[in-house]
């Protein structure tokens, strides 16, 4: 039964109707029709609040994006003892709910309005944060663009493979082999300590990801030369993987 806020919020009902029948019918269910009659309105409605079907999706993408958002930071730690595993509890997070929400995790990812975008990137900065804070503790053998990169692949491929796997030939190990598979691609088995390793590019990750993004003392153009700076020499490791 829906609550009071959600029946005072036509544009909150038609939304959740929509997500319930993505979910049980997948996208083809989600007709303006269906949705209103789900929603107890009449089709115009969402016409006048949401201007089409594309633009009732993107609602539906932005809903999406704040219920796994509101997950995501009731379970963050902002000063994570360990670091690594704080990587994997993440990475696992988005994949076990792409595979329970598939229609809806399939929409998220097709999503291109402004709301569902600002939410995406809501998202991304939790992944940045747990990325800087590998690279300040020596953790990240790769630069933290790649390995922000890394881990959002594996995680959507993780997602795309499982689904497009026969129900009969699902297997969960290779959720878990992927996982470590990319906490081995960007961390290290100890962190570095930067005199141990040859070359500038621990010392620069490190000294990157330590920089505060308001730095007093810096002006704009001083840190942002800083940074171009330490993202070179972080970047001339001499190999792929530092």
Do not use: C
Not at 69 to 84: E, G, I, M, T
Not at 98 to 115: D, H, I, K, Y
Not at 155 to 169: F, K, L, N
Not at 225 to 237: F, G, I, K, V, Y
């Amino acid at each position: 039964m829906a609550t009071r806020e959600t029946s005072d919020n036509p544009r909150r009902r038609i939304v959740e109707a929509a997500v319930e029948l993505l979910e049980s019918g997948g996208p083809d269910a989600v007709s303006t029709r269906a949705v209103a009659a789900a929603a107890g309105m009449q089709p115009p409605a969402i016409y006048r609040l949401f201007g089409d079907k594309e633009g009732l999706l993107e609602a539906v993408a932005e809903h999406g994006y704040a219920q796994f958002l509101r997950s995501k930071r009731a379970q963050l730690d902002p000063d994570p003892q360990d670091p690594v595993e704080e990587l994997r509890h993440g990475w696992d997070m988005v994949v076990e709910f792409g595979v329970s929400r598939p229609e809806l995790f399939a929409v998220m990812n097709r999503a291109t309005g402004r709301s569902s975008d600002a939410a995406h990137r809501a998202g991304l900065e939790i992944l940045h944060g747990r990325v800087r804070r590998l690279a300040a503790g020596g953790w990240l053998r790769v630069d933290e663009d790649l390995a922000a990169q890394i881990i959002q692949a594996t995680g959507q491929g993780a997602v795309t493979t499982w689904h497009s796997t026969p129900a009969e030939r699902r297997n969960p190990a290779l959720l878990t082999i992927l996982r470590e598979s990319m906490v081995a691609a960007v961390t290290r088995a100890e962190p570095t300590v930067p005199a141990a390793e040859t070359g500038p590019a621990a010392a620069a990750r490190a000294l990157r990801a330590a920089l505060p993004d308001d730095a007093d003392v810096l002006s704009d153009a001083e840190q942002h030369l800083l940074r171009e700076w330490l993202t070179r020499l972080a970047a001339d490791s001499g190999a792929p993987y530092a």
